[in-house]
Each structure stands twice: as structure tokens, then as C-alpha cells.
């Protein structure tokens, strides 16, 4: 199954399972020296492999011992301001998102108005 925006969070984590216990299998491994070397409950993989959800922490753990946690780097890529952006920052880094705003001639809806 290819993992979609429109695939539901339960879908995506029995994805993820089946993958995370391919893998464990490509490299010859049981849910228990997984655990071990991990450092996670034997338990933690079941559960993980089954489609459950888990701690962040367990995960990166299991993903350091199968040698995939480079693959975070593609999943959450550092972000770097464009150039225009850091000649108009002059080199500070943004720490506030600020509201977007209203076109000028849009009025609020509101429940009581009839159409």
C-alpha cells in the first residue's frame, strides 16, 4: 500500500507496522533482539507491527537499530529561509507565525444572517 493524504491514521500505522517488521525481517531479526537492542519492550514491537500507535521515542529507537532513521531527514527536512527572506530578516530567525488577514472588503459571516 502506498501511504496517501488520504489514507486514514489507522491505515497509515498498519502500514508502517507491516514495513517496520519487513524490514526487521530483511536484516534476519526476532521482535526480541529487536527489543533488546532497541531498548523497548518486546511488547512495544508487537504492538508497533500490528498497526498500533506508539511513543515517537520508541519508534526512533526501532528505526536506529534497522538503519532507517536517516529517513527522517526526508520526512521532516530542515527548513532554510529562502534568500529574499534572509535579507529581509537580516539574519534572524522567524519564532512567530503571525494571522492572516481579511481581504479589506470581506465582512464576517455570521449564523443569524439569512442569505
Not at 519487513?22 to 498497526?51: D, F, I
Not at 528505526?63 to 539574519?91: N, T, W
Not at 530567525?93 to 442569505?115: F, M, Y
Request: positive net charge.
Amino acid at each position: 500500500m502506498k501511504i496517501s493524504a488520504l489514507s486514514t491514521d489507522e491505515a497509515v500505522l498498519v502500514e508502517m507496522g507491516a514495513r517496520l517488521a519487513h524490514r526487521r525481517l530483511e536484516l534476519q531479526l526476532t521482535q526480541a533482539a529487536l527489543a533488546e537492542q532497541a531498548g523497548v519492550a518486546k511488547r512495544t514491537v508487537e504492538r508497533l507491527e500490528a498497526g498500533a500507535s506508539g511513543q515517537l521515542s520508541s519508534w526512533i529507537r526501532l528505526l536506529r537499530v534497522l538503519d532507517l532513521l536517516p529517513g527522517l531527514e526526508r520526512l521532516l527536512p530542515a527548513a532554510m529561509p529562502s534568500p529574499m527572506e534572509q535579507l529581509k530578516r537580516k539574519g534572524k530567525t522567524r519564532r512567530r507565525a503571525s494571522a492572516r488577514s481579511q481581504p479589506a472588503n470581506a465582512e464576517p459571516w455570521r449564523w443569524d444572517e439569512e442569505a
